[in-house]
């Protein structure tokens, strides 16, 4: 009598259940720069804090194009000064303007009112001239009004063309500062692969997928394992799992299945269908790394307080009947129940405290099976008493 477990044991190997990627100037595209070279970057494995450096990428390529943007935003800045200077001086000459013609009104007027006593052909002319004055000062006026319009859309013209330059200029001074990536937290660095190639010192990443490394958080480890079809329906979320680790073989841990993929795939140099399960280490370890391999015995199936023997003890009959030779020299029927890797349950047949042969006695060979319908069915099993045990010496199980 005890607990009897079902496990399906796997290989597995550890990730970290959360793990963030570490990104260059993923804003350099945006000046025409296609790719990157890495200049120097940390060892694979570093474990890191937030803020520490993590690589360096060269910034030759964008530095080129930073140094024509400066030179573009001097001639810009000085277009908008000498625009400045013009506008200046040509609204200064249409005031000038507009002023003498104030000035041609007023002497005009003054002419009409002295010429009141001349003939009437001189006060004709003189009003003509005066009404002349007037429409040029109005004429003067409105021109004035345009040219300031114009002037002030040249300036706002030229105003946001210097904004914008200086504005790229910013930004690229602010993506090179980018260059150089840092830890976004703390981790361990892990190299991210890129067509089957670790990047790493010396390769070479896009601007439109800058990711130079992942750091897992360590503190949340999962191990990804991959089940047989044949096993996996007896795999559910939730069930409970032993871990072991290869680094470390007296190291044990418990974790938990948290997903069982849906549908099967074919795995490298196998015939066989598997499906993924993640199970998740409960425990959190500074020992526990990514790409660890580790044992997992998946508890499929668990009974409390089962009569079990070895599956070694079991033999067949010709037409099917397991039987198992006990020590009291009967030939007994039995009839079984779950099995796992090592034992076997049986559910009718034997009771605790009898004596099982793990081989064929020798006066087992011609005697005849008693079937399970012979028993009286009386039989009970004492749950108190010590379940079945192996005594390998004996060659039996007491």
Not at 63 to 77: H, Y
Not at 94 to 123: C, F, G, K, T
Not at 243 to 260: C, E, N, Q, W
Not at 291 to 314: H, K
């Amino acid at each position: 009598m005890g607990k009897f477990k079902v496990e399906i044991t796997t290989t597995g190997e550890l990730e970290a259940l959360r793990s963030v990627q570490v990104f260059g100037p993923s804003d350099a595209r945006r000046f025409r720069i296609g790719s990157f070279t890495i200049d120097k970057m940390v060892d694979e494995g570093t474990v890191v804090k937030q803020g520490d450096f993590i690589c360096s990428l060269d910034k030759t390529e964008l530095f080129g194009r930073l140094e024509d943007k400066r030179l573009e935003l001097d001639q810009t800045r000085a277009q908008y000064e000498q625009i400045q200077l013009d506008t200046s001086l040509n609204l200064r000459q249409e005031r000038d303007n507009i002023l003498n013609m104030e000035y041609i009104v007023r002497e005009q007027e003054l002419i009409l009112e002295q010429s009141q006593y001349e003939p009437p052909a001189i006060i004709k002319q003189n009003q003509y001239n005066l009404e002349k004055a007037k429409r040029e000062l109005e004429q003067g006026r409105e021109r004035y009004r345009i040219k300031t319009l114009q002037e002030r859309a040249r300036m706002v013209e030229i105003g946001a063309k210097l904004r914008e330059v200086q504005a790229e200029v910013d930004q690229m001074i602010e993506v090179l500062d980018k260059f150089v990536v840092k830890a976004p937290q703390d981790g361990m660095v892990i190299y991210v692969t890129n067509r089957g190639t670790k990047v790493r010192e010396g390769s070479q990443i896009s601007s439109w997928n800058p990711v130079v490394a992942t750091l897992p958080d360590l503190s949340t480890m999962q191990s990804i394992t991959y089940v047989n079809e044949v096993d996996i329906r007896r795999v559910k979320i939730g069930q409970a799992v032993e871990i072991g680790l290869d680094a470390f073989p007296d190291k044990r841990y418990s974790g938990k299945v948290t997903k069982v993929a849906n549908v099967g795939q074919q795995r490298p140099n196998s015939d066989a269908k598997v499906f993924e399960v993640v199970i998740r280490v409960n425990e959190s370890d500074d020992l526990l790394r990514p790409s660890m391999t580790t044992s997992n015995a998946i508890i499929a199936e668990q009974l409390d307080n089962v009569l079990y023997i070895p599956l070694e003890a079991i033999n067949v009959e010709h037409d099917s009947i397991n039987y198992v030779y006990l020590k009291s020299g009967v030939k007994q029927e039995v009839m079984m129940g779950m099995t796992n890797a090592n034992d076997v349950v049986i559910e009718k047949g034997i009771n605790q405290g009898d004596k099982v042969y793990l081989s064929t006695p020798g006066w087992g060979e011609n005697l005849a099976v008693k079937l399970l319908d012979e028993l009286n069915g009386k039989r009970s099993r004492d749950r108190d008493e010590p379940r079945v045990t192996v005594d390998r010496a004996q060659g039996f199980i007491p």
